[in-house]
Nanobody
């Protein structure tokens, strides 16, 4: 499975931005997918995950109510809609895929390249 993240950019605080993670391979739809982010000088944090069917979703407390993760398996794509963005959301965002078993997000099987999101105040 190969993953490619799209959609980063510069946005003002309070604005919105959508990210997409395109996966290759026929088995992509069977993987759980997560979005992670890494701000300068900080560790990479988990932002949100979605299981293969979209029936199980997790959000970090810091983005709950503002970000929405979704997927379209027919298009092999997972999305992250980010609303009410804050300067502290500034980071490089990565998508990753894994088995979906408990704890999978601690060590995903596949990573995409990052896409940079900058939120200006």
């Amino acid at each position: 499975v190969q993953l490619q993240a799209f959609g980063g950019g510069l946005v003002q605080a309070g604005g919105s931005l959508g990210l997409a993670c395109a996966g290759s391979g026929r088995t992509f739809s069977s993987y759980a997918v997560g979005w992670f982010r890494q701000a300068p000088g900080k560790v990479r944090d988990l932002v949100a995950t979605i299981n293969w069917s979209g029936s199980s979703i997790y959000y970090a407390d810091s983005v709950k109510g503002r970000f929405t993760i979704s997927r379209d398996n027919a298009k092999n794509t997972v999305y992250l809609q980010m609303n009410s963005l804050k300067p502290e959301d500034t980071a490089v965002y990565y998508c990753a895929a894994g088995s979906g078993l408990t704890g999978w997000a601690r060590r995903p099987d596949y990573w995409g390249q990052g896409t940079e999101v900058t939120v200006s105040s």
